[in-house]
Each structure stands twice: as structure tokens, then as C-alpha cells.
């Protein structure tokens, strides 16, 4: 949940918009007063699909989830 003083909302209002559209909740605030909460309507809201992305990756490393060096000290 985010908290936005009246000014700011003004200012950048699409952009509250779509983190809105995206799921955040925006409340917006006169002083440190919260006034409204700004959430999408139920139908304005982007379904996901599964499996939308399918073929994004073309391929993987095979040392993919091998340990790192770096992490060595914490694991001795």
C-alpha cells in the first residue's frame, strides 16, 4: 500500500493509475489525513493468462542453479 499526498497525486495520476491496474493500493492524503483509496473496478482489472510467455526462454545454462562463489563464505 502506497501513500501519496494530494500534490503528488495531481502530478502524476496515470502513472497511479496503472500501479492501481497492476494491484497496488494508493491512498491518497491530505496532510498526513488519508482521503481515498484508489483500486481499479473488478472489470477494469487484466486477467492473466497462463502460458503467455511460452518459448520466452530459449535457453537455459546448465550450471543454471549451481552455487555460487561469492555465497561460499556464508555456507563454511
Same mark, same amino acid.
Do not use: C, W, Y
Given at each position: 500500500? %502506497?501513500? +501519496?499526498?494530494?500534490? &503528488? %497525486?495531481?502530478?502524476? #495520476? @496515470?502513472?497511479?493509475?496503472? $500501479?492501481a491496474? %497492476?494491484? &497496488? !493500493? *494508493? *491512498? *491518497? %492524503?491530505?496532510?498526513?489525513?488519508?482521503? *481515498?483509496?484508489?483500486v481499479?473496478l473488478? !472489470? /477494469? =482489472? +487484466? @486477467? =492473466?493468462?497462463?502460458? $503467455? $510467455?511460452?518459448? #520466452?526462454? =530459449? @535457453?537455459? /545454462? @546448465?550450471? #543454471?542453479? /549451481?552455487?555460487? !562463489?561469492? #555465497?561460499?563464505?556464508?555456507f563454511?
Open positions: 500500500m %502506497a501513500t +501519496v499526498h494530494i500534490h &503528488e %497525486a495531481k502530478t502524476h #495520476f @496515470s502513472k497511479l493509475i496503472q $500501479r491496474l %497492476a494491484g &497496488e !493500493e *494508493i *491512498i *491518497i %492524503a491530505k496532510g498526513n489525513t488519508p482521503l *481515498i483509496k484508489l481499479p473488478p !472489470e /477494469a =482489472r +487484466v @486477467s =492473466r493468462t497462463l502460458g $503467455r $510467455r511460452k518459448g #520466452f526462454v =530459449r @535457453s537455459i /545454462a @546448465s550450471d #543454471f542453479d /549451481a552455487p555460487l !562463489e561469492e #555465497f561460499d563464505k556464508f563454511r
